[in-house]
């Protein structure tokens, strides 16, 4: 072809420095749109050939190259996908694919906001001038008769065209890196970014570096004897493709086994805990898409922030957590999504907020609902195992997705302080003499004791709700179900667990109310004298379900002081069945006494205190005290 020069068809010279500052959000993005561009061109060429509109010679074998010089400072994209002519070049690079680039340009060009640039998709190539002053295009057609073209620019509205000395069909990209883009020309750093983007690409990706190979060559020549005696005991190594172009997702369920879930979730995740189970995600209609998602087994509470849902697109990696698609809650899990039929924008990184995409969302949630519904149905032992591990996940997912709510609702168990798990519905049906609508439950196991033995004793049950999420969740539940209220363990005192008389008289019961606010110095405690049918116990303390929530929602958000809009409603009940309270009202009138009567009554409420909170370090070491002293009058 006759040598050529020309402007590209902007109308601007406006157009690089927005790629370069507002298009792309990461500079690495470069490396993923020229790479994807010569798996696009491959793809192209394997489906003229299966159209019969192309041929291929028999040994051919499909793969793209990515080679490194730091010396040069260079890199370059190959492939042997399908190539361009010099009309191709023309129409591709030359007049960029977007219409109305003014009003784009003028859009745009004081906005810094990636999200606005929606649905314009031929500006992929020109994100090389993110890190390359020049750029370079060789290229032959697999047309027959093409004449292979070069392209040159150097990141202006000019570029050169002229004939190239490219002798296979494809096209090479060649970057003459800038100051900002030389990192890249680094194997180790040009290695991560490739693995970050194309592990999983379906075609063959290799690395090489021409300056490490140019000081092998270099040192094989100063020291060719050597070189050569070891040529003959050892033979090349033969390269090894970066990616994995057959990922277990593309795989028929059916056809994978357990082991390679594992293996697959640790080599994508790094995590050698193994998962709990996962769900395989395998659909062409309405919509195409294929992933597998991951419940991953907790250290801990709240682990799960770290979930990963990695999104594909042809299997390129676009991005991490796009919340776009994966609906909120399922952030807390780990897995891989590749949807082609997502409709991206020009920088690949962002979704269009359709309808289409929240078809997608609500299919992923319904998946995961089946699901956990096939397991509780199915392998009731094994989801009562995950429980412990899945169930914050769950709540949280109830409380954010109305529709993922309808479907759970009914699987959602809870542990029991009887031993085992039940559901809501047969815990009401089985406790609804003893408690009516109320459900009682535990936060705090070792804590909360003495009324766990204390419901045990009156073969009263309570659920087991140890979970920061769990504030939530039972408010959540109680303005769904209507009557229900949910009543921590220590917030109220049963019927079944008194007597039918307190067997004591007024009397008495106004002098224990003074005795206690003199003791521990409170003339606004709360103090309430009760016969329990458990007479070992003197004293406990109570505190107000509504009160005790607002303190701790109001310590959750910000921990701001609110005691004096929430109070903490605390009732000290005195137990006129045991023997130490017996003991008080009977001395109370004797007043060699007075020092023991004070001793005791501070030492029944510290006791109570216990078995609710930790006592404030002052109170603990009163506590102390007053042990020792109590222990030396024994003595």
């Given at each position: 072809?006759?040598h050529?020069?020309?402007?590209i068809?902007?109308?601007?010279?406006?157009?690089?420095?927005?790629?370069k500052?507002?298009?792309?959000?990461?500079?690495d993005?470069?490396?993923?749109?020229?790479?994807?561009?010569?798996?696009d061109?491959?793809?192209?060429?394997?489906k003229?050939?299966?159209?019969?509109?192309?041929?291929?010679p028999?040994?051919?074998?499909?793969?793209?190259?990515?080679?490194?010089?730091?010396?040069?400072?260079?890199?370059?994209?190959?492939?042997?996908?399908?190539?361009?002519?010099?009309?191709?070049?023309k129409?591709?690079?030359?007049?960029?694919?977007?219409?109305?680039?003014?009003?784009?340009l003028?859009?745009?060009?004081?906005?810094s906001?990636?999200?606005?640039i929606?649905?314009h998709?031929?500006?992929?190539?020109?994100?090389?001038?993110?890190?390359a002053?020049?750029?370079?295009?060789?290229?032959?057609?697999?047309?027959?008769?093409?004449?292979?073209?070069?392209w040159i620019s150097?990141?202006?509205?000019?570029?050169?065209?002229m004939?190239?000395?490219?002798?296979?069909?494809?096209?090479?990209?060649?970057?003459?890196?800038?100051e900002d883009?030389?990192?890249?020309?680094?194997?180790?750093?040009?290695?991560s970014?490739l693995?970050?983007?194309?592990?999983?690409?379906?075609?063959?990706?290799?690395?090489?570096?021409?300056a490490k190979a140019?000081?092998?060559?270099?040192?094989?020549?100063?020291?060719?004897?050597?070189?050569?005696?070891?040529?003959?005991?050892?033979?090349?190594?033969?390269p090894?493709?970066?990616?994995?172009?057959?990922p277990?997702?593309?795989k028929?369920?059916?056809?994978c086994?357990?082991?390679?879930y594992?293996?697959?979730?640790?080599?994508?995740?790094?995590?050698?805990?193994?998962?709990?189970?996962?769900?395989?995600l395998?659909?062409d209609?309405?919509?195409?898409l294929?992933?597998?998602?991951?419940?991953?087994?907790l250290?801990?509470?709240?682990?799960?922030?770290?979930?990963?849902?990695?999104?594909?697109?042809?299997?390129?990696?676009?991005?991490?957590?796009?919340?776009?698609?994966?609906?909120?809650f399922?952030?807390?899990?780990?897995?891989?999504?590749?949807?082609?039929?997502?409709?991206?924008?020009?920088?690949?990184?962002?979704l269009?907020?359709?309808?289409?995409?929240?078809k997608?969302?609500t299919?992923?949630?319904k998946?995961?609902?089946?699901?956990?519904?096939s397991?509780?149905?199915?392998?009731?032992?094994?989801y009562?195992?995950?429980?412990?591990?899945?169930?914050?996940?769950?709540?949280?997912?109830?409380?954010?997705?109305?529709?993922?709510?309808?479907?759970?609702?009914?699987?959602?168990?809870?542990?029991s302080?009887k031993?085992?798990?039940?559901?809501?519905?047969?815990?009401?049906?089985?406790n609804?003499?003893?408690?009516?609508?109320k459900?009682?439950?535990?936060?705090?196991?070792?804590?909360?004791?003495q009324?766990?033995?204390?419901?045990?004793?009156?073969?009263?049950?309570?659920?087991i709700?140890?979970?920061?999420?769990?504030?939530?969740?039972?408010?959540?539940?109680?303005?769904?179900?209507?009557?229900v209220?949910f009543?921590?363990?220590d917030?109220?005192?049963?019927?079944n667990?008194k007597?039918?008389?307190?067997?004591?008289?007024?009397?008495?019961?106004?002098?224990?109310?003074?005795?206690f606010?003199?003791?521990v110095?409170d003339?606004?405690?709360?103090i309430q004298?009760?016969?329990?049918?458990?007479?070992?116990?003197?004293?406990?303390?109570?505190?107000?379900?509504?009160?005790?929530?607002?303190?701790?929602?109001?310590?959750?958000?910000?921990?701001?002081?609110?005691?004096h809009?929430?109070?903490?409603?605390?009732?000290?009940?005195?137990n006129?069945?045991?023997?130490?309270?017996?003991?008080?009202?009977d001395?109370?009138t004797?007043?060699?006494?007075?020092?023991?009567?004070?001793?005791?009554?501070?030492h029944?409420?510290?006791?109570?205190?216990m078995?609710?909170?930790?006592?404030?370090?002052?109170?603990?070491?009163?506590?102390?005290?007053?042990?020792?002293?109590?222990?030396?009058?024994?003595?």
């Amino acid at each position: 072809m006759k040598h050529e020069s020309g402007s590209i068809s902007i109308n601007t010279e406006n157009i690089f420095p927005i790629i370069k500052k507002w298009l792309y959000s990461e500079k690495d993005i470069f490396i993923r749109e020229l790479v994807s561009n010569s798996s696009d061109a491959i793809s192209k060429m394997k489906k003229l050939n299966a159209m019969g509109e192309a041929d291929l010679p028999e040994d051919n074998k499909f793969e793209i190259k990515v080679v490194v010089n730091k010396n040069e400072k260079t890199i370059k994209v190959i492939d042997n996908g399908l190539g361009m002519t010099d009309e191709e070049v023309k129409k591709y690079i030359n007049q960029i694919a977007f219409s109305g680039a003014v009003d784009f340009l003028e859009k745009y060009k004081d906005k810094s906001d990636d999200g606005q640039i929606i649905g314009h998709f031929g500006l992929g190539f020109y994100s090389a001038f993110m890190v390359a002053d020049r750029v370079q295009i060789d290229t032959l057609s697999y047309q027959p008769g093409a004449a292979a073209v070069r392209w040159i620019s150097d990141g202006g509205t000019e570029f050169e065209m002229m004939d190239s000395d490219r002798t296979e069909r494809g096209t090479t990209v060649t970057l003459y890196l800038s100051e900002d883009g030389i990192e890249f020309a680094d194997e180790y750093k040009m290695r991560s970014t490739l693995q970050k983007y194309f592990a999983f690409l379906p075609y063959e990706l290799y690395l090489e570096d021409e300056a490490k190979a140019a000081e092998k060559e270099e040192a094989k020549s100063d020291n060719k004897e050597d070189a050569d005696q070891k040529a003959e005991k050892s033979e090349p190594k033969k390269p090894e493709p970066l990616n994995d172009t057959h990922p277990l997702w593309l795989k028929n369920p059916r056809d994978c086994t357990e082991e390679e879930y594992k293996q697959f979730y640790t080599k994508v995740f790094h995590d050698f805990n193994e998962p709990l189970f996962w769900i395989h995600l395998n659909m062409d209609y309405p919509f195409n898409l294929k992933g597998i998602l991951y419940f991953p087994k907790l250290k801990h509470e709240f682990e799960t922030v770290e979930g990963q849902i990695k999104l594909y697109y042809n299997q390129v990696f676009v991005a991490d957590n796009i919340k776009e698609v994966i609906p909120e809650f399922l952030m807390l899990l780990k897995g891989v999504l590749d949807c082609p039929d997502l409709p991206l924008n020009v920088s690949r990184s962002f979704l269009q907020n359709d309808g289409y995409v929240n078809k997608i969302s609500t299919h992923i949630t319904k998946k995961v609902a089946d699901k956990l519904t096939s397991l509780y149905e199915n392998e009731r032992d094994n989801y009562n195992k995950y429980w412990d591990d899945i169930n914050p996940f769950v709540k949280y997912g109830c409380i954010r997705e109305e529709k993922f709510y309808d479907r759970v609702k009914d699987i959602i168990i809870f542990k029991s302080t009887k031993g085992g798990y039940t559901t809501l519905k047969d815990y009401l049906e089985n406790n609804k003499e003893k408690h009516e609508n109320k459900v009682f439950y535990v936060s705090n196991e070792k804590q909360q004791a003495q009324y766990i033995r204390m419901f045990n004793e009156n073969e009263m049950e309570a659920v087991i709700l140890p979970t920061m999420i769990d504030n939530h969740f039972i408010q959540f539940l109680e303005s769904k179900m209507s009557g229900v209220r949910f009543n921590r363990i220590d917030a109220d005192i049963s019927d079944n667990m008194k007597k039918d008389n307190t067997g004591i008289a007024e009397a008495d019961v106004a002098y224990l109310e003074k005795l206690f606010k003199a003791a521990v110095n409170d003339d606004k405690l709360k103090i309430q004298v009760e016969s329990l049918k458990n007479e070992s116990m003197p004293a406990m303390i109570l505190l107000s379900e509504q009160s005790r929530r607002m303190q701790e929602m109001s310590a959750m958000f910000g921990g701001m002081d609110m005691s004096h809009m929430f109070p903490k409603e605390q009732t000290l009940v005195l137990n006129s069945s045991n023997k130490l309270v017996k003991a008080l009202t009977d001395m109370k009138t004797d007043e060699t006494k007075k020092d023991e009567i004070k001793l005791i009554s501070e030492h029944i409420y510290d006791l109570a205190m216990m078995s609710h909170q930790p006592l404030e370090p002052e109170a603990m070491t009163k506590f102390i005290e007053r042990s020792n002293e109590i222990l030396m009058k024994l003595v």
